[in-house]
């Protein structure tokens, strides 16, 4: 995953020409038991249920990469499914944080939204700007 290049409102980028899309919470549970359907027992449910949600969240090019679980189990090794899988929950743990996470992260987060619409526009209008007159304090 490429760390901060965001690829859409909903997407990040995975590599290779493909984006990690955000999923819906019945996205998410179809994943788990499809992941679970596939699971021969209990110790390969989380490889399964890994394989099924990179199966549902990557795309290329607005298309999804894998049909379902299964072809993900086919066409990537182990270590990639661990890769995107948690590159996935990075990225949904960013985009949707819990309201478990405590005030201060609450916090930290609106300054962090706060700032960074401020800072995008810092520059930008600033001549603009300069021929405004401050609406506070007395003219001199």
Same mark, same amino acid.
């Given at each position: ?21 955000? &999923? ?5 549970? *179809?994943?788990? +038991?499809?992941? =679970? /359907?596939? @699971?021969?027992?209990?110790? %390969? ?27 993900? &189990? ?5 270590? *990639?499914?661990? +890769?995107?899988? =948690? /590159?996935? @929950?990075?990225?949904?743990? %960013? ?46």
């Amino acid at each position: 995953m490429d760390s901060g290049f965001w690829a859409g409102a909903d997407r990040v980028k995975a590599g290779g020409g493909r984006t990690l899309r955000l &999923l819906s919470a019945r996205e998410v549970l *179809e994943a788990r +038991r499809e992941g =679970d /359907a596939l @699971a021969l027992d209990g110790k %390969e449910r989380a490889v399964c249920r890994n394989a099924c949600l990179v199966a549902k969240a990557l795309e290329r090019g607005g298309e999804p990469v894998f049909e379902n679980g299964q072809a993900a &189990l086919d066409g990537l090794r182990l270590e *990639e499914i661990a +890769r995107l899988a =948690d /590159a996935w @929950a990075e990225f949904n743990r %960013e985009y949707n944080p819990s309201p478990l996470a405590g005030e201060q992260e609450i916090q930290r987060r609106k300054k962090a939204w706060s700032m960074r619409i401020m800072s995008a526009f810092s520059g930008a209008c600033s001549g603009c700007s300069a021929l405004c007159l401050p609406k506070i304090g007395r003219r001199r």
